[in-house]
């Protein structure tokens, strides 16, 4: 009996053993993140922070592979599981942990932009950089600055965010403006004052021409304001 025993570890021991080097996980990687990104290279860079220097399993082929069901971050830290598999059966799951890291053309301020100060072309330069550590609210588009002021002071050379900008006001404080009172049947023109700043589809007050009257009004054009009376 004891003999048998020694005779069947033995054996165990003989089979096939296959040792996978680390570059094979790494490269796994590489490929499915460019790949599920939609990038190019140049766009991103896969640092690793935690792989395996190999694996030994017992089997003499195998593969590796990544579910398209894993969720990756856009950047930043993610813990990526590759399956190894050999005749078809899962032998084991080795989880990597990387640092996606993305570079992308930014909108950087070119001078001090003081509150209320709109942002014209010259203002803003375009400029490639790592934004991996930057909020997800980061200007990769100057079609965003179109037509928009600074909400704040943004000193110079400074990464533009939407959260630092917003759509000039189609409607300023003081600003005289053309009341247009609609009805079911009828509609009319007036002159008015703004008392507040608004944006298009937005709602102000503005003083009727003449009265002390205050009246609440939509914002629907540059200098001009909407009443409907149902």
Do not use: H
Request: proline letters at 3%.
């Amino acid at each position: 009996m004891f003999g048998w025993l020694i005779i069947g570890l033995l054996f165990l021991q003989s089979g096939d053993r296959t040792v996978i080097p680390g570059s094979e996980f790494r490269q796994v990687i590489t490929t499915y993140v460019s790949e599920r990104m939609d990038s190019t290279t140049n766009d991103i860079a896969v640092e690793f922070r935690s792989t395996p220097e190999s694996v030994t399993i017992d089997a003499s082929g195998y593969s590796l592979n990544i579910q398209s069901s894993v969720v990756l971050p856009l950047k930043g830290y993610a813990g990526i599981p590759v399956e190894v598999r050999a005749d078809g059966k899962l032998i084991r799951t080795v989880v990597c942990s990387v640092m996606i890291r993305r570079f992308e053309n930014v909108c950087v301020s070119t001078r001090d932009l003081d509150r209320n100060d709109i942002i014209q072309p010259i203002d803003i330069k375009v400029q490639r950089m790592e934004t991996t550590n930057l909020d997800d609210d980061v200007i990769v588009s100057l079609i965003s600055t179109v037509k928009t002021r600074a909400k704040r002071m943004v000193k110079a050379n400074t990464v533009l965010k939407n959260s630092m900008i917003e759509e000039i006001p189609a409607v300023n404080y003081n600003d005289k403006v053309i009341v247009l009172v609609r009805t079911k049947n009828l509609s009319i023109a007036a002159a008015g004052t703004a008392r507040q700043e608004g944006k298009i589809g937005e709602e102000v007050r503005i003083q009727r021409e003449g009265s002390r009257e205050f009246l609440t009004a939509k914002v629907i054009g540059n200098q001009t304001v909407e009443i409907v009376i149902r």
